[in-house]
């Protein structure tokens, strides 16, 4: 039967045994290195401890599994019912490790999970086999499953999270003044996820895994369309650049993972289900190079969207004077940081199964869990920030610093303080450094251009009567700040003097720093904090100390 896990753990197993050399790809009994079939066989005692209460008095026992080609009624591998009361059987093989399960007569009737699901396949191994019995405690049997044992907790939070996704794809558009054409790329992005989510979930269920078993291979297709739709999202969003015209190339390992399953959406739906159950080879040897590809390929466009975001952040802190809303941004990369953590963490407990002892299956079953529960965890995350600050989904692109032959754009207004506003003084061709900076220096404090919260470098430049890069280069090198720091310190200062008036007293620190052109709570806390090591309320605590 598939299993909610099959993909990780198929993939994983193969890679494990890739190296055990020549050979893997053969058949499980072909595979074994001449060393193993020239053993004795061993005598493998199962003991059956626990049987779910609402199992049959009359029910027949089978052991089924790799020993007998997964043959779910096999006589030869019926419990019989030992002098102690206890369902037992003896089988002996040569095999160093057997998978198998326990079963009634059928594979509808299959043991299932603790909720009635699908379980992973059962591991005894030869060390295993000469220790002792093996004890079996059958938790459910998939068709037996009570009502409401229908839904675990994990699968109504993956639910929710297609719930809510399916939400967010209705509701951004309806957002004012959005950013249509990132956002649209979103969309997709939402949509593809919960898709991917649901199909997660349903499959894994008895009834719809007999019924349609090739519906375990369908999230396997986001592995490949993920990061390209995510790297566009961010291109568009922040940069606002218009996808290539070779875009379509983003979509042909998709493709090729296609073409290369294909021959499994064309099987019979039986034969399909035995080879999930029975680990093929060629099956262990597809979903192999499908998830190392595709986990490489996830990984490149991760460090290409964290570089994005990088060259973002330098662009927009060179070019304007408020804070952009990225937090949410490093936020969702952290969670696919996650996601690709606990998927390389897979590869390392198949390897360690090599030399350690203990259920893989199990354990890779419960790793694949938590990267879809990780990965189920970006919608309610969005949603989250979709009601408390919509703002980020209006996001637009920074204004780059012009170069040298740019155009400066015609002046704007400045907030000013009281009384006539005196013109610059008109600057040599070629001024040296520190003259610029006396200047510069000399209309921050007379004009107070900071107190405007949407103050860009441009319209300073204007003010200045400036070319905007040589104002860049003054701020930079004789400054020693780019323009986002330089502001915030001119607002700081103000900030600071302003709480030493009378008339602070009659506002919050949140109004006043507003009043002297910070554009957030958090942009005002951040700055003050890189400006001072201490936060507003630990600065001026001391002040009133001292």
């Known amino acids: 039967m598939p299993f909610r896990a099959h993909f990780g753990f198929f993939l994983l197993l193969a890679l494990a045994m890739a190296t055990a050399g020549p050979g893997w790809w053969a058949t499980p009994a072909a595979a074994a290195p001449a060393a193993d079939t020239s053993r004795q066989p061993v005598a493998y005692h199962f003991v059956i401890t626990r049987l779910p209460a609402n199992t049959p008095a009359d029910a027949a026992i089978f052991l089924v599994g790799s020993f007998n080609s997964w043959q779910p009624a096999d006589a030869r591998y019926r419990f019989r019912r030992q002098p102690n009361g206890l369902l037992g059987l003896t089988l002996r093989t040569a095999q160093q490790q057997l998978e ?53 907790l994990y699968d109504l939070l993956l639910l929710f999270s297609c719930f809510q996704g399916l939400l967010l794809v209705v509701a951004i558009p309806s957002i004012q003044h959005y950013n249509r054409a990132a956002n649209r790329w979103l969309i997709w992005l939402l949509g593809l996820g919960a898709l991917a989510t649901l199909l997660t979930v349903v499959s894994s269920y008895r009834e719809v895994a007999n019924a349609y078993p090739r519906l375990a291979l369908l999230p396997d297709f986001i592995w490949f369309l993920y990061g390209p739709l995510f790297y566009c999202y961010l291109r568009r969003l922040l940069f606002n650049e218009t996808p290539p015209a070779r875009q379509w190339l983003y979509l042909l390992p998709a493709a090729g993972q296609l073409l290369v399953y294909l021959p499994y959406f064309l099987l019979d739906s039986y034969e399909f289900q035995l080879k999930l ?47 952009q809303n990225l937090q949410y941004l490093n936020t969702v990369l952290g969670i696919q940081a996650v ?158 003097a302003m709480m030493a008036t009378p008339r602070a007293q009659q506002y919050t620190l949140l109004a006043l720093a507003m009043e002297v052109g910070f554009n957030s709570k958090t942009a005002f806390n951040r700055a003050f904090k890189k400006q001072t090591d201490q936060t507003p309320s630990e600065y001026f605590s001391g002040v009133k100390e001292e």
Request: charge should be positive.
């Open 277 to 323: 159950v029975s680990h093929d080879a060629t099956l262990r040897a597809v979903l192999l190079a499908a998830g190392v590809a595709a986990w490489l390929s996830n990984g490149a466009y991760w460090l290409a969207c964290r570089r994005t975001l990088r060259t973002y952040t330098r662009q927009y802190e060179a070019s304007v004077s408020y804070e």
């Open 100 to 152: 198998y399960k326990v079963s009634r007569g059928s594979w509808t009737a299959i043991e299932g999970s603790g909720h009635g699901q699908v379980r992973a396949n059962r591991v005894a191994t030869r060390q295993q086999a000469q220790a002792g019995h093996l004890e079996v405690r059958v938790q459910s049997w998939e068709d037996l499953t009570g009502t409401f044992q229908f839904y675990s």
């Open 339 to 496: 996601c690709l953590a606990l998927w390389g963490f897979l590869f390392g407990v198949v390897l360690a199964s090599r030399w350690l002892e203990f259920d893989v299956d199990s354990l890779a079953a419960r790793n694949v869990e938590l990267i879809w529960l990780a990965f189920s965890t970006l919608p309610y995350f969005l949603g989250y920030m979709a009601i408390r600050q919509p703002e980020i989904f209006k996001l637009g692109p920074a204004a780059p610093v012009p170069p040298p032959a740019a155009e400066v754009p015609a002046p704007v207004s400045l907030p000013a303080a009281a009384g006539p506003r005196p013109s610059p003084p008109r600057l040599p061709l070629a001024p040296d450094l520190s003259a610029l900076q006396a200047t510069v220096a000399g209309y921050m404090r007379q004009h107070r251009p900071y107190l405007s919260p949407s103050l860009t470098i441009n319209e300073l430049a204007t003010g200045l009567k400036l070319p905007p890069h040589v104002l860049s280069k003054v701020i930079n090198e004789g400054f020693e700040k780019n323009f986002f720091d330089f502001i915030n310190a001119y607002r700081i200062e103000e900030f600071k």
